[in-house]
């Protein structure tokens, strides 16, 4: 069974950082095409970050220079490193396969608000 657990969202005032995390077990991120998804209140969730099974990587163009996404294969984990964030970045964050997520692996999402 496919769980995904995203975390480290939080309160984060314009311009700073803040580093997600994305727990996987039954699944190895490390051969699997993985990204980072969002949804903002009253928008249609979108890809935002993904990462291939070769490594390569891909961002929309909202995110494109300020995120990073990132994985660990010994842990069996990923990252979204959030830089200079931005208003229009607030949103819940989650992690699936990418880029055509499992409708079976969506989790809770993580709750990331930028607010000065």
Known sequence: QVQLVESGG???QPGGSLRLSCAASGINVS???M????Q???????????????GKTHYADAVKGRFAISRDSAKNTMALQMNSVK???????YCNRAPVADFRYWGQGTQVTVSP
């Open 35 to 38: 990204g980072w998804y969002r």
């Open 40 to 54: 903002a209140p009253g928008k249609e969730r979108e890809l935002v970050a993904r990462i291939s099974f070769d």
């Open 87 to 93: 208003d229009d970045d607030t949103a819940i964050y």
């Open 10 to 12: 939080g309160l984060v």
């Open 31 to 33: 051969i699997s095409g």
